[in-house]
């Protein structure tokens, strides 16, 4: 079992940053894949940005390449989720996820954990 604790989200206007964090609480963290979701009301929960257990691979959604960086620190156990140039469509409540491989972050089915969420919030 692995309990992922996210922290960091919040209120910020249009154009501002913002950093994710989501604390592992198993020491093989760095055996697992990471990545970060979001759901806004009423729509599908979406995939935002994915890292390899080394950090050797990222990936990300159209729409947030260029503004938000994913990283790791696995002597840290934790994952994080740098937001700049924030817009309102960013708006969402942000899940940290853990799979066994990168290509599993592309299946919410396929998710071994997932964290309890934190609420993003940006006004225009």
């Known amino acids: 079992q692995v309990q992922l604790v996210e922290s960091g989200g919040g209120w910020v206007q249009a154009g501002g940053s913002l950093r994710l964090s989501c604390a592992a609480s198993?020491?093989?963290?760095?055996?697992?894949?990471m990545g970060w979701f979001r759901q806004a009301p009423g729509q599908e929960r979406e995939f935002v940005a994915g890292i390899s257990r080394n950090s050797g691979s990222t990936y990300y959604t159209d729409s947030v390449k260029g503004r938000f960086t994913i990283s790791r620190d696995n002597a840290k156990n934790t994952l994080y989720l740098q937001m700049n140039s924030l817009k309102p469509e960013d708006t969402a409540v942000y899940y940290c996820?853990?799979?066994?491989?990168?290509?599993?972050?592309?299946?919410?089915?396929?998710?071994?954990?997932w964290g309890q969420g934190t609420q993003v919030t940006v006004s225009s």
């Open positions: 996820a853990v799979a066994t491989t990168p290509i599993r972050l592309g299946d919410r089915s396929k998710i071994d954990y």
């Open positions: 198993r020491r093989t963290f760095s055996t697992y894949a």
